[in-house]
């Protein structure tokens, strides 16, 4: 297991998804945040608490939870890059046992998922701050306050990686894969909290549960504009566990759905 975690992690870093991932994770936390601050979430339409309080640094924050498209993108990649590039064949004939294979790029692209998650939280310290400072605004929370919020989305990222791993082993076509994450993750779920009943779900989906971190949400704040009332989120560890649920669920799927299927 040691030398196929060792092989995967040569193989993503021989690929151009390393030299991606930084600059997105920088972009992703640090310029969402800094271009929020900046403008001042009171400004927003419709306005929203400011940056010197608790609630403005907790919404500010959950943006960065709109990002986790990118992570899952990489996670899907994994898998279906080498079903597109018919380098699955090779693979699973140096390595027989596939669910060894597939465990081996979970735990590597769990270990990428983490020090993506720690770029994107570093920069959205670095920009909420600073920019804080450059418009002469004290951030309403406490410094362990928002490191831990920080924590949470980190390891919220990670877990969208091995979604992604997940769903690229399922689907396999590269172009299935990343059109599934990116209609599900920016549409169905925005459209399920704005319907009236249907909302009551929203908790318990990935984005409710990533929402629940940070115990804010844009397109909670979206649905009493739509529906008259916001959607409720679970307590954060209620959340962390949904997520970490739906992660298992997905890591499951990556290791035993291969085990039977052909290559091609």
Same mark, same amino acid.
């Given at each position: ?108 692209? %769990? ?6 998650? #720690?770029?994107? !939280?570093?920069?959205? =310290?670095? &920009? $909420?701050?600073? +920019? @804080? /400072? ?95 009332? %916001? ?6 560890? #209620?959340?962390? !566990?949904?997520?970490? =649920?739906? &992660? $298992?669920?997905? +890591? @499951? /799927? ?11």
């Amino acid at each position: 297991m040691n030398r196929l975690v060792r092989a995967e992690l040569r193989r993503l870093f021989s690929t151009p998804l390393w030299r991606w991932g930084p600059p997105v994770a920088v972009l992703s936390g640090g310029a969402l945040t800094a271009m929020a601050v900046l403008v001042g979430p009171e400004n927003f339409d419709p306005p929203m608490p400011g940056i010197d309080t608790g609630p403005g640094v907790r919404l500010v924050l959950s943006l960065i939870g709109l990002t986790v498209l990118a992570p899952a993108l990489f996670g899907a990649l994994a898998v279906t890059s080498e079903y597109r590039h018919r380098t699955i064949t090779y693979t699973f004939l140096f390595a027989p046992r596939r669910h060894r294979v597939l465990a081996a790029k979970l735990a590597a692209y %769990a270990l990428a998922g983490t020090g993506y998650g #720690l770029i994107v !939280a570093g920069s959205a =310290a670095i &920009a $909420l701050y600073g +920019a @804080a /400072a450059a418009r002469g605004t004290e951030v309403g929370a406490s410094p362990g306050t928002v490191a831990g919020m920080l924590a949470c989305l980190t390891a919220a990222m990670t877990a969208y990686t091995v979604i992604g791993v997940g769903v690229g082993a399922l689907l396999r076509d590269q172009t299935a894969a990343l059109a599934v994450l990116g209609a599900y993750l920016y549409m169905v779920e925005h459209l399920l909290v704005l319907i009236p009943g249907v909302s009551a779900v929203y908790p318990f989906l990935p984005g409710g549960a990533t929402a629940a971190l940070t115990q804010a949400s844009l397109m909670g704040e979206a649905s009493i504009e739509v529906t008259g009332s %916001a959607a409720t989120l679970l307590p954060p560890v #209620l959340g962390a !566990a949904v997520l970490l =649920a739906y &992660a $298992l669920l997905a +890591a @499951a /799927a990556a290791v035993l759905l291969p085990m039977r299927r052909d290559v091609t």
